[in-house]
Structures are given as structure tokens and as C-alpha cells.
């Protein structure tokens, strides 16, 4: 599995970014998927992630309310809809998949990684 993680660039605080993930290699219908980010000195770190068929998405506190998770397994693909960013969340940020119908909140939990793409908000 190849993952592809597209969409990000340069946003006002306050802006919005929406990013996509595009699996390729086999379908990942089948598998958990969740969005991570890892600032500059700073470990990698949880931001949300849904399981397999959508129906359950956990997020972690700090984005909760401000940003959506989702996916369309028909595309073999997963977007990450962030809002109201704030400059700390500068980073760039991964998608992640797990071959168990959800991968959880700490990287160990997939398999599979994307090459992240970057996400800068200004102040």
C-alpha cells in the first residue's frame, strides 16, 4: 500500500485546509486509517482517525470541533478538514493506514505511512 498525502501549503490563523490521503496498491476499504502531525523538534503526534467504514472517528482534544475526518473507500481515499487553524499547528502532518479496522491513537498502530506534506499557519 502507497499512500499519498496532498493538500496542504500556506493559511492565515484562523484559515481553513483540506487535506487528502490517496491510497494506491490495493484497496484499504478494509483498513483503519488516521491523520498524524509532527512539528519541528517535536515528536509525532495523534490528530484524528476513522475506522474502516467511517462510522466511528476519534479526534484528538485539541483539534476536536475544529477539524473532520472522513473517507470514501470507493476513491481509496481519506481527507482531514481543518478549520479555525492556529499557528502552533504548524507541521506536517502524515495519514497513516492500519491493516485492523482502526489503527488507534499512537503511531505504532499502523502500518503504513504516507510522505506527509506541510501545513504552515501564519500568525
Known amino acids: 500500500v502507497q499512500l499519498q498525502a496532498s493538500g496542504g501549503g500556506l493559511v492565515q490563523a484562523g484559515g481553513s485546509l483540506g487535506l487528502s490521503c490517496a491510497a494506491s496498491g490495493r484497496t484499504v476499504s478494509s483498513y483503519g486509517m488516521g491523520w498524524f502531525r509532527q512539528a519541528p523538534g517535536k515528536e509525532r503526534e495523534f490528530v484524528a482517525a476513522?475506522?474502516?467504514?467511517?462510522?466511528?472517528?476519534y479526534y484528538a482534544d485539541s483539534v476536536k470541533g475544529r477539524f473532520t475526518i472522513s473517507r470514501d473507500n470507493a476513491k481509496n481515499t481519506m481527507y482531514l478538514q481543518m478549520n479555525s487553524l492556529k499557528p502552533e499547528e504548524t507541521a506536517v502532518y502524515y495519514c497513516a493506514g492500519s491493516k485492523v479496522v482502526y489503527g488507534g491513537t499512537y503511531p505504532a498502530g499502523y502500518d503504513y505511512w504516507g510522505q506527509g506534506t506541510l501545513v504552515t499557519v501564519s500568525s
Open positions: 476513522i475506522t474502516w467504514s467511517g462510522e466511528r472517528t
